[in-house]
């Protein structure tokens, strides 16, 4: 596993890092669709080689009011036959708005777009692009610390809402 990065606080507004990546494995494990497409399990890909780079910006417009864009390219082969991993998107864009230390509360909403990507061994068929908004909410303070967060998701023509919180009390 290798990891080289620089970040930069260009003034006291913007930030940004890159960060190249890359990893070798042996006996890497992966999950993967049986034919129906319903039924995941886990399968031995053998030795991978994935790697890749990540552009991060944070732009702080106040001290409560930062603005997020992140890319990632991902590279992820099969060592053994030279093909693209399944479900590993070579293009990935996430955004974001953090509202923060509200007295006490914290308001997020984060985008990300995931590329279409292989869903196959053999490298013939594409899962789709997709899109998701995620949006957070909550208390954040060093006494109590609870986070919700909706979740809708359009995927293959429906769309579906999870939920979850998070908390912490003594």
Not at 96 to 104: A, S, Y
Request: hydrophobic share 30%; with cysteine; aromatic share 14%.
């Amino acid at each position: 596993s290798k990891e080289i990065g620089v970040d930069f606080d260009v003034n006291k507004y913007y930030k940004c890092g890159l960060t190249y990546y890359r990893n070798d494995y042996d006996d890497l494990i992966n999950w993967a669709p049986d034919d129906s497409g319903w039924v995941w399990s886990p399968t031995n890909v053998g030795s991978a080689v994935i790697h890749g780079i990540e552009f991060e910006n944070t732009v702080s417009f106040t001290s409560w009011l930062d603005f997020d864009l992140n890319y990632t390219y991902l590279h992820a082969k099969n060592s053994r036959t030279n093909k693209y991993l399944i479900y590993q998107p070579q293009h990935k864009v996430d955004a974001g708005i953090i509202l923060k230390d509200l007295n006490g509360f914290i308001f997020e909403l984060k985008g990300q777009y995931v590329a279409r990507r292989f869903a196959d061994e053999d490298n013939t068929t594409f899962a789709k692009e997709h899109k998701k908004i995620q949006g957070r909410y909550g208390l954040n303070n060093k006494d109590r610390n609870m986070i919700k967060s909706v979740e809708p998701t359009t995927r293959k023509g429906y769309e579906m809402a999870t939920e979850e919180l998070k908390g912490k009390q003594e």
